[in-house]
């Protein structure tokens, strides 16, 4: 279970980490949509997760990779719009729930497509 205090931390970097990646000249990851942000170790690591539903794997990597570089500037950002002393480090990771659960809404249309069908023999 979540204190309070870490979910507040998260919301935050909910808001931030967009605003921060907006301000960024890079079109591949300024408008990247950010689905979850995960802290560990209270406030010293997070992960942040996006989604990656549009890109191949190779184009995943290179976002990440730009990610990666932009970390500074997201730190920077962040620490100035909250006043804190410490910024997480920010692992970057694609979300792929998104697509799981596109998956079992697949699923789930093809049971009920299959049922009907049965139903009529």
Known sequence: ?????????????MELIPEALSNLVDSRINSLPITAVNCKNGKYDAIVYF???DYDKNEIKEIISL???ANGRLKTHIL?????YKCPNFTFLND?????????EALFAQ???TKSEVEWV
């Open 51 to 53: 989604d990656g539903s």
């Open 80 to 84: 100035a719009s909250t006043g804190w």
């Open 67 to 69: 990610l990666n570089k």
């Open 1 to 13: 279970m979540k204190t309070i205090n870490l979910q507040r931390t998260e919301s935050l970097l």
């Open 96 to 104: 792929t729930s998104l697509e799981k659960s596109k998956n079992i």
């Open 111 to 113: 049971i009920r497509k």
